[in-house]
């Protein structure tokens, strides 16, 4: 049997879903595999057993526990953020030569500052919101921000998920503690504008027969947006598949699988859109979606009747021998 290390944890704030998603993927992994859970923090990496932490050995991709040392052939990542989302982990495993079931280091580096991934989309062609990258440490002028973007406008980080760091903004004065509230997740941020129109998401995924486009989901919430509390309170309603007509969800499986080769993905990846006036505008890519019981990739192969272990061994025929 294979050993599979299902990297998880990671130095973000998004460390409890990560830990909530890697608890889905190990339950519902083919039990043909033996999966072992490596928490990664910035002290450590480690799995947790019944007499306590057996550390990873970073060097030879190895744990040893049980007078026995195990070999890690295959490796999934589910940290969202840092050091998962943004490809150092990937680039770590293909030094060490261990294959995983994620998109590339370099495409997850790519795909996971928002501000950078949408102007490379919109320089192929897709319609992304207008935006303006900021640094810690460098100047910037808020009535610029307003003049270009307008009001409401979204500020958030670039490289974070689970909707940490973000704020809706409708007054400049409250542009400054935005900003600086976006500034813990990171060292850049992105000032966006507000696109009034319905947001959905489409997920996609490689198969030995080709790529996949899971059924569209539609996102509602009676909070401001779809924020930290919408995602994992319930304050929101998905649903799956999105009642928006078969044109349009044509379209926007259509446009997720020329988003996903074109940024060269590899396993799952999801796409957020906002559509106004019926034209589909990207938010953002997922590269590692979560996949916890409240996630929505989980409730898509729901929806297109594929169970989750038959949706792991799609995968792994498809990337193994890709």
């Not at 490796?75 to 990937?90: L, M, S, T, V, Y």
């Not at 980080?157 to 973000?166: E, L, V």
């Amino acid at each position: 049997m294979k050993n599979v290390g299902l990297f998880c944890g990671g130095f973000s704030s998004e460390y409890e879903i990560s830990m909530k998603s890697a608890k889905t993927i190990y339950d519902s992994f083919p039990k043909e595999f033996t999966v072992h859970k490596i928490e990664v923090t910035p002290e450590e990496w480690f799995i947790s057993t019944k007499s306590g932490k057996v550390p990873y050995d970073k060097n030879k991709g190895e744990l040893y526990f049980e007078n026995k040392t195990i070999q890690i052939d295959l490796a999934i990542i589910c940290i969202h953020g840092d050091p998962g989302e943004n490809g150092k982990i990937q680039a770590y495993l293909d030094l060490i030569k261990i294959p995983y079931l994620n998109s590339s280091a370099e495409a997850s580096s790519l795909s996971f500052d928002k501000y950078i991934c949408n102007q490379f989309l919109n320089a192929c062609g897709f319609k992304t919101a207008m935006s303006r990258r900021l640094t810690k440490g460098t100047a910037y002028n808020v009535e610029d921000l307003v003049k270009t973007l307008r009001l409401p406008l979204f500020i958030k980080p670039t490289g974070s998920g689970s909707s940490y760091g973000i704020s809706k903004v409708y007054e400049t004065a409250e542009i400054e503690p935005a900003i600086k509230n976006a500034f813990k997740e990171g060292e850049t941020i992105i000032a966006e504008s507000f696109l009034d129109g319905i947001e959905l998401t489409c997920a996609v995924f490689r198969s030995k027969k080709g790529l996949v486009a899971l059924p569209v989901t539609q996102i509602s919430t009676e909070n401001d947006f779809f924020d930290f509390d919408a995602k994992y309170n319930g304050n929101s309603k998905e649903e799956t598949p999105a009642n928006i007509g078969k044109e349009l969800t044509a379209e926007i499986q259509k446009t997720s699988k020329e988003i996903y080769e074109a940024l060269q993905l590899g396993s799952v990846a999801r796409i957020d859109y906002i559509v106004v006036d019926g034209t589909p505008n990207i938010i953002e890519v997922n590269t590692i979606p979560g996949f916890s019981q409240a996630s929505i990739v989980p409730q898509m192969l729901k929806c297109a009747k594929i169970s989750l272990d038959a949706f792991w061994l799609m995968i792994i025929e498809a990337e193994l021998n890709n």
